[in-house]
Antibody
């Protein structure tokens, strides 16, 4: 069974940093692009970015590029989201997801809440 | 960025009746290889999102056949043939043709 289990998150002050982790199991982690998506309170879903199987290619939404970094450790089946210079508007539930654009199978972590507040 | 516009944003439905959600994109979603990467997601209250449809009309694994997707170019539709209580939630269209991938605003489906 494919599973994505997230950890990290919590309360952080504006300007602070945080790292989210997503551990995959039940599939060959190194074979898949992985992504982060977020949902702010009262708002819709928003892509954060994604990372290629070997980590050699990454894409970010403009508003997060330069502040957020996606990385992975295939030996640990782990995906990371490093968030710096956090702002109140980054407050959201963050999800990791494995999704192929052109084949079946879409899996999501349970989500982790990040709250940016003083 | 591609803007995805859904309508309606709120959809009260009667159990057993059909429901339909529209999604329009600000640019064509036809990729260079001829594919169209238009997806539909469901997010039930308190749950993670779940993809229902990919590439306009292909149901994901385990998705009931009462869900169907159609459309082309810039206009797309998700239809539920007979709404069940478990279908309550927010539905999003999402384009994966142009980076950044973008979602529609979401349509909240509730039972009358």
């Amino acid at each position: 069974e494919v599973q994505l289990v997230q950890s990290g998150g919590g309360l952080v002050q504006p300007g602070g940093s945080l790292r989210l982790t997503c551990v995959g199991s039940g599939f060959t982690f190194s074979n898949y692009w992985m992504s982060w998506v977020r949902r702010a309170p009262g708002k819709g879903l928003e892509w954060v970015g994604n990372i290629k199987q070997d980590g050699s290619d990454k894409n970010y939404v403009d508003s997060m590029e330069g502040r957020f970094t996606i990385s992975r450790d295939n030996a640990k089946n782990s995906l990371y989201l490093h968030m710096n210079s956090l702002r109140a508007e980054d407050t959201a539930v963050y999800y990791c997801t494995r999704m192929s654009r052109s084949s079946a199978g879409n899996y999501w972590g349970q989500g982790t809440l990040v709250t940016v507040s003083s | 960025d591609i803007v995805m516009t859904q309508s309606p944003l709120s959809l009260p439905v009667t159990l057993g009746q059909p429901a339909s959600i529209s999604c329009n994109s600000s640019q064509t979603l036809i990729y260079s290889d001829g594919s169209t990467f238009l997806n539909w997601f469901q997010q039930r209250p308190g749950q993670s999102p779940r993809r229902l449809i990919y590439m306009v009309s292909i149901r994901d694994s385990g998705v009931p056949d009462r869900f169907s997707g159609s459309g082309s170019g810039t206009e797309f539709t998700l239809e539920i043939s007979r709404v069940e209580a478990e279908d309550v939630g927010v539905y999003y269209c999402m384009q994966g043709t142009h980076w950044p991938w973008t979602f529609g605003q979401g349509t909240k489906v509730e039972i009358k």
